[in-house]
């Protein structure tokens, strides 16, 4: 599956990079502010940003260290992400690689901060490329990932599940935060803090971001207006005149290092 799901990840976000870079869901936020405060970067850190998508957490840790690689799968996501980072960013510090996230081209230890925001549940692989994350983490470096929370309860899990597929064919799974943990926790990592964001949605923006025609936002519309209130009360779901206006989500921040000493 995965050398075909890539490509399909690619093709999907080759036709959408416009709507991701022009999103300004993704270029603020106090998950962004939370992870600066727990990452600490100082003027000697280097940082790897994984799946960038449109560059916008790349940029915002720009000028609080000495060197950002922002990485993504899709060649498209990366051009529209440097002339997004160009145009705003009035900074000099960032370079762009092409890169799996599974399979990271840099060397180990080449990195001592990491973030990766909003990407993972696109991945077929999430533990390997969490061992990819500590291979090119420095001793003592310092890892931030966030992504969607999935929720405990099954119900209300499996109609996210559900959504999410329906609305982008390339998103896979989230996970519950004690997966993220085990997944750090087996990949070598230390982990040291998580906490969760609320994140409200415009539906019909979040929909046709992901390039849905009329017909398939109106298919999701209706699987949402559908669903039992507890699924409503969850997500906070705001309606009007049967149409779905908003809804809530949860954003899990996992705060992570590579220890120092680390067993043989």
């Known amino acids: 599956m995965?050398?075909?799901f890539k490509e399909r990840v690619r093709e999907q976000f080759s036709k959408t990079?416009?709507?991701y870079v022009h999103n300004q869901g993704f270029a603020r936020g106090d998950d962004l502010a939370e992870a600066v405060r727990l990452l600490k970067p100082t003027p000697e850190d280097t940082l790897l940003d994984v799946a960038c998508g449109g560059g916008h957490t790349a940029l915002y840790f720009a000028s609080l260290v000495r060197s950002v690689?922002?990485?993504?799968l899709t060649m498209q996501m990366l051009k529209r992400a440097q002339e997004y980072i160009s145009e705003e960013g009035k900074v000099e510090n960032v370079t762009f690689r092409?890169?799996?996230a599974e399979d990271?081209?840099?060397p180990a230890g080449a990195f001592t901060l990491l973030t990766c925001r909003i990407a993972p549940h696109?991945?077929?692989?999430?533990?390997?490329?969490m061992r990819e994350f500590h291979r090119v983490l420095r001793r003592g470096g310092r890892m931030v990932v966030i992504d969607t929370l999935l929720p405990d309860d099954p119900e209300i899990a499996e109609f996210y599940q559900?959504?999410?597929?329906m609305r982008d064919p390339t998103h896979l799974r989230a996970y519950t935060e004690a997966e993220w943990i085990a997944m750090a926790t087996d990949a070598g990592f230390t982990v040291q803090k998580t906490k969760t964001f609320p994140k409200t949605h415009d539906f019909q923006e979040w929909a046709k971001r992901a390039g849905l025609n009329r017909e398939g936002v109106q298919r999701l519309n209706r699987f949402v207006m559908q669903a039992?209130?507890?699924i409503h009360d969850y997500f906070q779901i705001e309606t009007f005149a049967g149409e779905v206006e908003s809804y809530t989500d949860q954003k899990l921040l996992l705060f992570a290092t590579r220890p120092e000493k680390e067993k043989k």
Do not use: I, Q
Request: charged share 35%; aromatic share 6%; proline share 16%.
């Open 98 to 100: 092409e890169a799996d």
């Open 2 to 4: 995965s050398r075909d």
């Open 228 to 230: 039992p209130p507890k």
């Open 104 to 106: 990271l081209p840099f």
């Open 122 to 129: 696109h991945f077929p692989d999430v533990p390997r490329a």
């Open 69 to 72: 690689v922002a990485s993504d």
């Open 17 to 19: 990079a416009d709507g």
């Open 162 to 165: 559900t959504l999410e597929k």
